[in-house]
């Protein structure tokens, strides 16, 4: 190469001029050479993983109509390792809630902001947060709750914090009696749904001793709402809710033991109230205007709940559509006072995020809307930036990990595959996340599949085979 001759191809002169000594020039052809090695490697590995991105998923059968996006990353380098329009846009599904999780991680404090109660002397008065885990069913201690029961003062409620509304804009409206539909509100309780229950069993009936009965079905929190049993007949346990008020349908299942979540209509903040005041045994009111410019006066305290990382491990091993919206909820609350989605994401793409390569479409925390659009290039941005800012260790404990005998699940904490998020909805499917070389490198993936008729488990094949020949050339 040039950089070992006695020049660059500079004029007569120039080298002077330019006050470049021999030890600089040595220096600057190293540096060249270094890149020139660098920028060829990458480019073999380019090639090296062409034949089994087109093998298993732009060449296959079963994805020749979809719209695909691929992007691998390595971070020792900062090279782009393998790309497939990467830069376009994809609908992510679930894959938005990697953006709500780097969010919540670096805006959340380590114990979730319960509410914020103001001592009025006279009075108290909670302002709520969006915690969604409050009387959760997946957590024992609630200690918000605690303190409301040891309350002896009239106890009101606040909701002037609250500049959202319960649906997000994109999301389908027949999927309104859904489990992973629930709806948003300042004040969950019980994440916004009843939880209901069959049993199949030979036991005594309770309001007539000595007869048996072989079928019970009961809800928690326990309701007084309009219930009714629907004629048809089905193999599973099923609840259905009316679309415009808070009446339910039940249909038997065969199982001897069954549950089916159905979201409630919070209306507001009414329907929350209502049913902690039958858990509490106690009136709550709301506060009016006067009772709030009080409240702006006084310092308040704070009531913490569950560890972040508990909520943010379920939310992103369960895909837990209502943890993620009530996240960015919270995160919005944390950095503007103000409980409003399309404020903090404003915000975040103009601050946190403004390097993304593209600019995507952000509207909600769970990828529930088809609105929202993103690139392979913009989570590995994302991915980055959590990797940066974030231990490992703490990521690895909130993202699903994988070992080589699956792609969901914790099959295996020894020998490490993928961390990583995926999602999907009709015709949509996404993964992205770090994998683990065998040579165990960390690199940074997305992939994204879009408009397609395949199977979520016929893409989640395919898009392993491909990554286990990624992590064999690394």
């Known amino acids: 190469m040039k950089c070992l001759n006695d020049g660059l191809g500079f004029k007569k002169g120039e080298r002077d001029y330019m006050n470049i000594s021999k030890s600089n020039l040595k220096q600057l052809c190293l540096s060249l050479l270094s890149a ?3 920028f060829l490697s990458s480019c073999s590995v380019q090639q090296r993983l062409a034949a089994p991105a087109n093998q298993f998923l732009l060449s296959d059968s079963a994805l020749l109509s979809a719209h695909i996006g691929i992007s691998i990353f390595n971070p020792e380098t900062g090279q782009q390792i393998y790309t497939h329009q990467g830069d376009k846009l994809f609908v992510p599904a679930s894959n938005t809630k990697i953006i709500t999780c780097y969010a919540a991680m670096k805006y959340l404090p380590k114990s979730l902001p319960a509410a914020y109660i103001t001592d009025l002397d006279t009075a108290i008065v909670i302002t709520p947060t969006g915690d969604p885990t409050f009387l959760h069913p997946y957590f024992n201690n609630h200690p918000l709750f605690d303190s409301l029961k040891k309350i002896n003062k009239p106890i009101y409620i606040t909701t002037n914090n609250w500049n959202t509304i319960a649906l997000g804009k994109g999301w389908s409206w027949e999927d309104y009696s859904e489990h992973y539909m629930n709806e948003r509100s300042a004040f969950p309780i019980y994440g916004n749904q009843i939880h209901w229950f069959q049993e199949k069993s030979k036991k005594e009936n309770p309001t007539y001793p000595g007869d048996t009965v072989d079928l019970f079905i009961y809800s928690n929190p326990e309701v007084t709402w309009p219930v009714k049993f629907g004629t048809e007949k089905r193999n599973v ?5 009316a679309k415009d008020q808070n009446a339910f349908t039940l249909f038997e299942g065969k199982e001897s033991q069954a549950k089916s979540s159905v979201p409630f209509i919070t209306s507001g903040i009414e329907t929350g109230i209502r049913l902690l005041e039958d858990s509490l045994g106690k009136k709550i009111f709301l506060a009016d205007a006067s009772l709030e410019e009080k409240v702006k006066k006084v310092k ?6 569950q560890p972040t ?10 895909s837990d559509n209502f943890f993620a ?3 960015l909820e919270m995160v919005s609350q944390q950095k503007l ?4 989605e399309a ?3 404003n915000d975040l793409l103009s601050s946190d ?3 993304l390569p593209q600019k995507p479409r952000w509207v909600d925390g769970s990828g529930l809307s088809r609105y929202t659009l993103f690139s392979p290039d913009d989570m590995i941005f994302v991915l980055n930036k959590l990797r940066l800012e974030q231990p490992f260790e703490r990521i690895k404990s909130i993202f699903l990990q994988t070992g080589y005998e699956g792609i969901s699940g914790h099959d295996s904490t020894q020998n490490e595959f993928l961390i990583s998020k995926s999602g999907s909805m009709g015709g949509i499917f996404s993964l992205s996340g770090y994998l683990i070389s065998q040579k165990k490198k960390v690199l940074i993936f997305s992939i994204m599949v879009n408009n397609t008729k395949a199977s979520a488990s016929k893409i989640r094949n395919q898009i392993r085979l491909f990554l286990e020949k990624v992590a064999a050339a690394n």
Request: a negative charge.
């Open 36 to 38: 020139s090695i660098l």
């Open 237 to 241: 346990f099923n609840v259905e809710r």
């Open 300 to 305: 308040h305290d704070t009531i913490y709940s």
């Open 309 to 318: 990382d508990s909520m943010l491990k379920i939310m992103m091993h369960n």
């Open 325 to 327: 919206d009530q996240s």
């Open 337 to 340: 006072n103000t409980m409003d």
């Open 343 to 345: 404020l903090i994401i």
């Open 353 to 355: 995020l403004v390097g």
